[in-house]
């Protein structure tokens, strides 16, 4: 968590209770992905399809939405790391910021994940980062320090495969 606390991005938008300095758990992760960022966008936000790229993704299902596709004030319901999440966007800024809050019945935590969408002049640099609050990220956190890490790694490793096949 030290490492991704100092390669945190200071671009992105947090809301009262979920600084990184002060998370339970906090992950940082980003990758290049050589497609402009309306294709990564495209994606990012067609949740029910991640399960195809993102095993880490199970039973995306979206309550409030029957194009399938994340928006603004969107709810939906998944699992990941084997636990049930619900999950409410919070931000949605087209082709730029994702932001969802999410709880699970099986941990007691909140989540805030990130994503932050920056154009290159050959593509667009991604950055998702993520803080965990409450007791369940303690016992999370203590079972498998890099889980959190590692789920974004392969989240982003996803994406980009997708993305630039499709470019």
Same mark, same amino acid.
């Given at each position: 968590?030290?490492?991704?606390?100092?390669? #945190?991005?200071?671009d992105i938008h947090w809301p009262s209770g979920f600084?990184?300095?002060?998370?339970?758990?906090?992950?940082?992760?980003?990758?290049?992905?050589?497609?402009?960022?309306?294709?990564?966008?495209?994606?990012?936000?067609?949740?029910?399809?991640?399960?195809?790229?993102?095993?880490?993704?199970?039973?995306?299902?979206?309550?409030?939405?029957?194009?399938?596709?994340?928006?603004?004030?969107?709810?939906?319901?998944?699992?990941?790391?084997?636990?049930?999440?619900?999950?409410?966007?919070?931000?949605?800024?087209?082709?730029? #910021?994702?932001?969802?809050? @999410?709880?699970?019945?099986?941990?007691?935590?909140?989540?805030?994940h990130t994503w932050y969408l920056v154009p290159t002049?050959?593509?667009?640099?991604?950055?998702?980062?993520?803080?965990?609050? @409450?007791?369940?990220?303690v016992t999370f956190r203590e079972k498998d320090p890099?889980?959190?890490?590692?789920?974004?790694?392969?989240?982003?490793?996803?994406?980009?495969?997708?993305?630039?096949?499709?470019?």
């Amino acid at each position: 968590m030290k490492d991704d606390l100092a390669k #945190r991005t200071q671009d992105i938008h947090w809301p009262s209770g979920f600084s990184p300095s002060e998370a339970t758990l906090f992950a940082h992760n980003e990758v290049f992905i050589k497609a402009s960022c309306a294709t990564v966008w495209r994606h990012l936000i067609d949740a029910q399809n991640w399960p195809k790229w993102y095993p880490n993704a199970e039973d995306v299902k979206i309550a409030n939405n029957q194009s399938g596709a994340l928006q603004q004030d969107g709810i939906f319901e998944w699992s990941t790391f084997s636990l049930p999440i619900i999950s409410f966007v919070h931000e949605f800024v087209p082709n730029s #910021r994702l932001a969802w809050f @999410g709880k699970s019945k099986g941990l007691d935590a909140v989540f805030y994940h990130t994503w932050y969408l920056v154009p290159t002049s050959d593509g667009c640099q991604m950055i998702t980062e993520e803080v965990v609050q @409450g007791p369940g990220a303690v016992t999370f956190r203590e079972k498998d320090p890099s889980a959190l890490h590692r789920g974004h790694e392969a989240w982003l490793k996803g994406l980009k495969q997708v993305s630039e096949n499709q470019s």
